[in-house]
């Protein structure tokens, strides 16, 4: 058995890895929206930048997942952060008009970026479950879950500083060389062997299996399913810019504390269930989560003060960090060791879709119904959702973190379906 120290230790490089992947993610996309604008001046070309990034991510995702299944894990999570660092300086030579047309380059290497996040997901997920003790996986997913909302909120914030201070060129430079960090911290992570020969080179037999296994998995894509309704139907966040102007009839600082008011709630929330995790009634927990973020979601719609706004905004992200938490343990206890890349590109497309989706439907929603009847409606749908789920899904009603861990405390490798 793995001691507690050694866990420690190789949590917090692979948590390094989380952290400066993210980040680096995150600073480089903050840029290009500004760049592409500064460019263009047309905000269709900062909806472009999305499409750009969400083409490949899509076409590379299912088999990134069949990779991280059968070859070197620390492998393809490195090539994900090496894909990070060509694009920062690529971009920086593009900034500095070394490179043209600039526009298509932006897109070209914001299309890099999506194959990056399709490699780092399965990868990262894959290394977490392989890596960590699952007696200890509600609270490593907890800590994780707070680290990625921390870089969530501070890596917006870096690359607007760093534009203003040293420009575009140095920016793109910068959030490659933090991705260098997470290169060298996956480095001295010591992977364990694997690899099985099984289907190796049949990625649609490796896939159907994959697909398989969620689908008769009943627990598990119970999980995922709620999560993908929860997002898809109560994602305010797409139309705050509008929010802001109609409602708060305040600027661009309103909507940046407004952004960052979810995921302060989702870090500390994830900080607090780190030392006190959910292992009894996990799934009544995560349902009424669900619940809690539809509500809050409602409440929103109708405050007309920034503190309030700020106050259930807050509360979303404190509702959404117990569902994300809760669901990430899931999935590390149900999913066999050989099949977590596969299984995590699946939940990546689920939860990739809901995003995108999400952001189409508020804001169809938004143009039918008004701004703030359709705000209303995605969380009114949202607690319908969650209230249907507790009544029609017994499974996740029934399940507790608890008894996951006993079950699979001594069969590590569960049986995968053939």
Known sequence: MQSKKSTNKTFRDLLIYRIASTISYQMMMVA???HIFEITNDVVSLGLVGLAELVPYFLF??????????YSRKLIAFLACLLHVIVGVFLMFVAMDYLQPASALIYLGVAFL???RALLRPSYQSLFGELIPREETPKYSAYASSAFQACVVSGPAIAGILIGLIGLEWTYFISGVVAVFGMYAIVLIDEKKHVSMEHKNQFFKSLKIGLSYVKNHHLLL????????AVLFGGAVSMLPAFVKEV?????????ILRAAPAIGSMLTGFYLARHPILK?????MIAAVAGFGFSIIAFSLSETLFLSVVFLFLTGFFDSISVVVRSAVFQLTTP?????????????FVGSSNELGALESGVAASLMGLIPS?????AVTVVVAAVTYFFAPTLRKMDLKDLIEQHAHDPKPEIVK
């Open 248 to 256: 708060l009839h305040a600027g661009p600082e309103a909507l940046g």
């Open 61 to 70: 995702a299912l088999y990134a997942g069949h990779a991280v299944d059968y």
């Open 337 to 349: 060791d050989q099949m977590r890349g596969r299984v995590s590109a699946i939940n990546g497309i």
């Open 281 to 285: 009634y996990s799934g009544k927990y």
């Open 114 to 116: 999506g194959i990056g």
């Open 222 to 229: 119970t999980t995922m399913s709620l999560d993908m309704m």
């Open 32 to 34: 290009v929206g500004w």
């Open 375 to 379: 705000i209303a409606f995605g969380g």
